[in-house]
């Protein structure tokens, strides 16, 4: 089973204390052979930076970044979806089309 961001907290917390536990016995190079268990490609390349030896702040600074970045993606398409199924529900295709982009917004 692969666990990613989205994945319930206690599952989250169970891959991070087994990743911890791998970096403490192995060494943080053998994280890679744990790469089947996450999910999610921000989990991997956080994960490859550590292994990379990217130092602390720099990869505070990445982390932060990409996780701005994520949220504001989800905060768009949450909204857009919301608004979307709204029109679906009164059954406006007209604002669907609009909220897709489509050229074809006629009635």
């Known amino acids: ?3 990613n961001l989205l994945s319930p ?10 990743l911890a536990e791998t970096a403490r016995a192995r060494s943080v190079l053998a994280l890679p052979d744990e790469y089947g ?3 999610d490609d921000y989990m991997k ?8 030896g990217f130092p602390p702040e720099q990869l505070e600074r990445v982390l932060e970044m990409n996780r701005e970045r994520i949220c504001e993606k989800l905060e768009r398409n949450f909204a857009l979806f ?4 709204l029109a679906i529900q009164k059954g406006d ?3 669907v089309r ?4 489509d050229a074809k917004a006629g009635p």
Request: glycine fraction near 8%; aromatic fraction near 2%; charge should be negative.
């Open 9 to 18: 907290e206690h599952e989250v917390k169970k891959l991070l204390l087994g």
């Open 45 to 52: 390349y956080a994960l490859q930076m550590v292994v990379d």
């Open 37 to 39: 268990q996450v999910g």
């Open 98 to 101: 609009n909220l897709c982009g």
């Open 82 to 85: 919301n608004d979307a199924v």
């Open 1 to 3: 089973m692969s666990v």
């Open 93 to 95: 295709m007209k604002t």
